[in-house]
């Protein structure tokens, strides 16, 4: 296990940024970024963060699996700040800024937290039809932000899930050559620490965020993955965060 604060990540030292770092099934499609396009997602999110939001110390998650969470959780924890990502609206409280699903703009608000971005959901991160008043859409303000991010790493990471503070890594022993095709809650902490620690080894993340009447084991080997998280494939190695 490896101490979740020690973590300097991934994300590109480790592999090629040119190659396929995030994928995923949804709506019917396949989406793929690679190492560079994904950091330069997380750098647009941190200066969101920090140029756009005055640097919020705590930071809200109430999203699914998908590409942008993770970004959003990256871009969080680089600017240091904590990450907490929650099951319900209420475990957003005490947050200065939150990114949520559009359904749940309103209940965010209710919560009490000052700064609401809500997203689509939409496999290519398009913006929402509308927005309730005192709420922002995250992929109409995101854009406008530098996508390189300049600001010091961190001394590490805090980051909150399903009510508790994750404190270490499962070691999976990956490479940049493993893709992993993964199907978890980010709420959970079993699951959160999986998706963590198979990008802090450097390797690549397959995400289904719904495998109903998704071809698990031909996609599994369309995507040439060596391993499942959250889901199961016959003959195929599964992992574990918790």
């Known amino acids: 296990m490896r101490d979740l604060t020690d973590w300097t990540g991934g994300l590109v030292g480790q592999r090629d940024p040119a190659q396929p770092l995030l994928t995923m099934y949804a709506g019917g499609g396949r989406v793929e970024l690679s190492g560079a396009t994904t950091a330069n997602w997380v750098a647009k999110s941190a200066n969101l963060l920090v140029d756009g939001l005055g640097g919020p110390q705590r930071v809200g998650l109430l999203l699914p699996l998908h590409w942008q969470?993770?970004?959003?959780?990256?871009?969080?924890?680089?600017?240091?700040?904590?990450?907490?990502?929650?099951?319900?609206?209420?475990?957003?409280?005490?947050?200065?800024?939150?990114?949520?699903?559009?359904e749940h703009a309103e209940a965010a608000l209710s919560a009490g937290v000052d700064e609401v971005l809500a997203l689509s959901g939409h496999p290519l991160g398009a913006p929402l039809p509308s927005v309730p008043a005192m709420?922002?859409?995250?992929?109409?303000?995101?854009?406008?932000?530098?996508?390189?991010?300049?600001?010091?790493?961190?001394?590490?990471?805090?980051?909150?899930?399903?009510?508790?503070?994750?404190?270490?890594?499962?070691?999976?022993?990956?490479?940049?050559?493993?893709?992993?095709?993964?199907?978890?809650?980010?709420?959970?902490?079993?699951?959160?620490?999986?998706?963590?620690?198979?990008?802090?080894?450097?390797?690549?993340?397959?995400?289904?965020?719904?495998?109903?009447?998704?071809?698990?084991?031909?996609?599994?080997?369309?995507?040439?993955?060596?391993?499942?998280?959250g889901c199961a494939v016959p003959g195929m190695p599964s992992l574990s965060g918790a």
């Open 69 to 102: 969470t993770l970004a959003l959780l990256l871009a969080g924890v680089a600017t240091g700040a904590t990450v907490v990502v929650a099951e319900q609206p209420a475990g957003l409280a005490g947050c200065e800024a939150v990114f949520v699903a559009g």
């Open 135 to 229: 709420v922002s859409d995250y992929a109409r303000e995101v854009p406008s932000y530098a996508d390189h991010w300049g600001g010091e790493a961190p001394p590490g990471w805090t980051v909150e899930a399903g009510g508790e503070r994750l404190g270490s890594l499962t070691a999976f022993g990956l490479s940049p050559a493993d893709r992993i095709l993964a199907s978890v809650d980010p709420a959970d902490p079993g699951g959160l620490v999986g998706l963590l620690a198979v990008l802090h080894e450097g390797a690549a993340l397959v995400l289904v965020p719904s495998p109903i009447g998704l071809d698990l084991a031909g996609t599994a080997t369309a995507e040439r993955v060596t391993a499942t998280l």
